[in-house]
């Protein structure tokens, strides 16, 4: 009982925040998701990965051994789902990101703060900056095609990757006044990714509903299998371990929609995927999370 309780109140004001989101269209108040979602990627998120890489503690073997054990999940998830894709005939360029990268922004970020506190943050958000650059390299090629190194490096959030490592590494610290700042702005980032993730949910307009409901549940035992087999390899603590799959383990992101959209890909099947693998992880997440707490 206890238990339960305890998912019900870190799960909640994810889900809640997103309702507000969802609500806000339904009752047909203006939302402008592109500038608020450029406003989080382009500022409140990278101010977020900056901050956090910089002041985060973590050991560095223990840091090191979450960004292998990340990269090695991936890897792990891509060969499986794209064999799936080889194997059921589904068009690449459609599916496999989608099936490989989740939500680790919008749900995995809010869900390791309230599950595991600021430890659990600054961990989901080494997992969360490996899956950005990730994404927004081979990703993109994944979906596009090809891809720019020079317009990688121009993401805000791979930049902030890039330097909130080396002022890890380097052991730097920017003055209060701007650490401050950059936090008030980071503070930002998780209510509105949540909000923008429930509009951009109800926005949707899904097809092929069966097959989203297929493929997203198989995304689910995909990611939770290979994220729990690596954090076991690795032998990770608690925190990284439950962090580590709870991330790979989110469901598809509104991202994978808007770049099928801008890369000529089946749009409406990925939305259909968004909408139903998010529904799915309402049941999933807590399921999840009450296993590795």
């Known amino acids: 009982m206890n238990l339960t309780l305890t998912v019900l109140e870190i799960t909640a ?4 925040l997103a309702a507000v989101g969802f609500a806000w269209v339904t009752f047909g108040i203006e ?8 406003m989080a990627m382009t500022l409140a998120v990278p101010c977020l990965i900056f901050v956090s890489l910089m002041q985060t503690e ?14 090695l999940a991936y890897v792990g998830v891509t060969a499986v789902t794209w064999a799936l894709t080889l194997g059921l005939g589904l068009d690449r360029r459609t599916y496999l990101a989608p ?50 190194p020079s317009k990688v490096l121009g993401e805000p959030m791979v930049a902030a990757t890039l330097l909130g490592a080396l002022f890890l590494w380097q052991g730097w610290e920017t003055p209060t006044f701007v650490t401050n700042t950059l936090s008030l702005i980071g503070q930002m980032a998780i209510p509105l990714m949540l909000i923008t993730l429930g509009v951009a949910v109800a926005r949707l307009t899904p097809q092929g509903i069966l097959r989203a409901a297929a493929l997203s549940f198989v995304k689910l035992l995909i ?10 390899y690795f032998t990770l603590d608690r925190v990284a371990f439950g962090v580590l799959v709870l991330q790979i383990a989110t469901p598809v992101a509104v991202t994978s929609y808007l770049l099928a ?19 799915m992880s309402v049941g999933a997440l807590p399921l999840i999370l009450a296993l590795v707490l």
């Open 13 to 16: 004001p994810v889900f809640l």
């Open 31 to 38: 939302y402008r998701i592109q500038f608020v979602t450029r």
């Open 58 to 71: 973590m050991d560095p073997t223990a840091l090191t051994q979450l960004s292998l054990a990340t990269i």
């Open 99 to 148: 099936l490989i990268f989740g939500n680790t922004g919008n749900l995995g970020l809010p869900l390791a703060l309230f599950a595991f506190g600021d430890v659990g943050l600054s961990n989901a958000i080494v997992v969360f900056a490996i899956m950005a650059v990730l994404s927004f390299t081979f990703g993109i090629w994944l979906v596009s095609g090809s891809g720019s």
């Open 223 to 232: 990611c939770t299998g290979i994220a729990w087999v690596t954090a076991r």
């Open 261 to 279: 959209e801008k890369y000529g890909a089946d749009a409406d099947s990925v939305a259909g995927l968004v909408v139903v693998s998010t529904l």
